[in-house]
């Protein structure tokens, strides 16, 4: 019945990652896969997390459906988190807000709305990706196209290509952005920057959906939803899929949200309506359990002050790390120019590094990084920088030769 199917290549993230367990090399580091770890080189579980994973083991209420939108306790919390605690929209009652499965899913719930809504538009999504955001949207029905974003020369922002790109776009075009910790290039917009964007996205009518899966990892849990906010408050209609599985450690709860922020309470209501029918025929409702660690950690004052400094610590050791491999890099590979390392922010690092250089870190090294030379940089720890800048002055040093 099936044997015309294509064999699945598998995915670039996931199946490296599986290669690096495997691997035997004895100093192997995995710098694949978007996950924290801390400087022991084991993915926490944070205190604030436990807290209130003990609270639910002796908590003997039943495990019932949540309703299609999510637990409202953990709805308001995404508002407050990512909007901010006193702003106007939410008050106002204009974000409509659902619980969704992870940051993925809160993709793939606003990409089959918004094909409902606009069948007809492209999507246009960043230069490079993250390669599932191609794949999400074109699974619910749109066209993709890139935008550029990344200029290998400077390795920092196309900022002018980008935005010619985007003045050319036609009205009701979607535009999917990272408001902070650009996957896979670490390369952010200044707030400058962000000013002219939300010009061009209002004079041309366009619509925005911001994925904001690293809150807290490149400057601050409200730095980094600047730019959320500053089009909340230009007054733009955007989308906002966050995720929890990076800054609260959670990743196999499956935990994020959905926010629609709206003209109008009316109008919000209307899309609340549209996102639970998405829910319902898609999964019906999220997951108990992960809704109400999150709900327990950001509603309650103690344990919502623990979590925001165990993000600092996640955030504060990445600096330190690309600090670290800045200045080993300094030393051990001079005339290269490693200030990528530091003007790159969050969980990754664009090396711009060759197939063959990242075929030879990893046959000869054991270092794992995935063919677009994305760096994941949570994987480097006190133990492993040294030889991580011992294999890329190897590498780099050779090709120079
Ligand atoms: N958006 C972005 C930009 C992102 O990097 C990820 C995960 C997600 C959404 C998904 O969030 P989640 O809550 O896990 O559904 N990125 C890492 C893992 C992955 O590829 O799925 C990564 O890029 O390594």
């Not at 367990?21 to 996950?35: A, D, E, Q, S, V």
């Not at 793939?108 to 599932?132: C, Q, R, T």
């Not at 952005?177 to 002219?196: A, I």
């Not at 330190?320 to 690092?349: C, I, N, W």
Request: proline share 5%; glycine share 10%; hydrophobic share 40%.
């Amino acid at each position: 019945m099936f044997e015309h199917l294509q064999p699945y290549a598998g995915d670039p993230i996931f199946g490296l990652n599986d290669a690096f367990h495997r691997n035997t090399h004895p100093n192997k580091i995995n710098l694949t896969i978007g996950l924290y770890y801390d400087d022991q080189g084991r993915i926490p579980v944070l205190p604030s997390v436990q807290a209130v994973q003990r609270r639910l083991v002796d908590d003997p209420s039943p495990r019932v459906y949540l309703p299609m939108e999510g637990l409202a306790s953990y709805r308001s919390a995404v508002q407050r988190v990512v909007f901010g605690a006193d702003r106007k929209a939410v008050a106002d009652g204009r974000v409509a807000t659902i619980q969704t499965l992870g940051g993925t899913g809160a993709l793939k719930v606003g990409a089959d709305f918004l094909h409902m809504a606009y069948p007809e538009s492209e999507v246009w999504i960043s230069d490079p990706a993250w390669d599932n955001h191609h794949a999400i949207f074109a699974g619910a029905g749109f066209k993709t196209r890139s935008y550029p974003y990344y200029d290998p020369a400077t390795k920092g922002l196309a900022f002018h290509a980008m935005m010619e790109c985007l003045r050319g776009l036609p009205s009701r075009t979607i535009v999917l952005m990272h408001p902070c910790c650009h996957n896979p290039t670490g390369v952010d917009l200044s707030r400058e920057q962000w000013g002219e964007v939300i010009t061009v996205l209002q004079d041309r009518g366009l619509i925005p959906f911001l994925d904001i899966a690293y809150q807290g990892l490149g400057e601050g849990m409200e730095e980094d939803a600047y730019a959320v906010r500053a089009m909340v408050e230009a007054g733009l209609t955007v989308l906002v899929a966050n995720s929890f599985s990076k800054n609260l450690s959670i990743y196999g709860e499956r935990c994020g949200g959905l926010s629609v922020a709206c003209g109008s309470a009316a109008e919000a209501d209307l899309v609340l309506g549209q996102l639970k029918a998405v829910v319902r025929r898609i999964y019906s409702s999220a997951p108990w359990h992960g809704g109400h660690i999150v709900a327990g950690v950001l509603n309650d004052a103690d344990l919502h002050a623990c979590w925001l400094d165990e993000v600092a610590e996640m955030r504060v050791r990445m600096a330190e790390m690309r600090r670290q491999v800045h200045a080993q890099l300094a030393e051990k590979l001079p005339g290269y120019d490693a200030g990528y390392f530091l003007s790159q922010r969050g969980m990754f690092t664009y090396s711009g590094l060759s197939r063959e250089q990242l075929l030879a870190l990893r046959e000869r090294h054991g270092v794992y990084i995935i063919d677009s030379g994305r760096i994941a940089v949570p994987g480097l720890n006190s133990g492993n920088v040294g030889h991580f800048t011992d294999a890329l002055a190897d590498v780099i040093g050779e090709s120079a030769r």
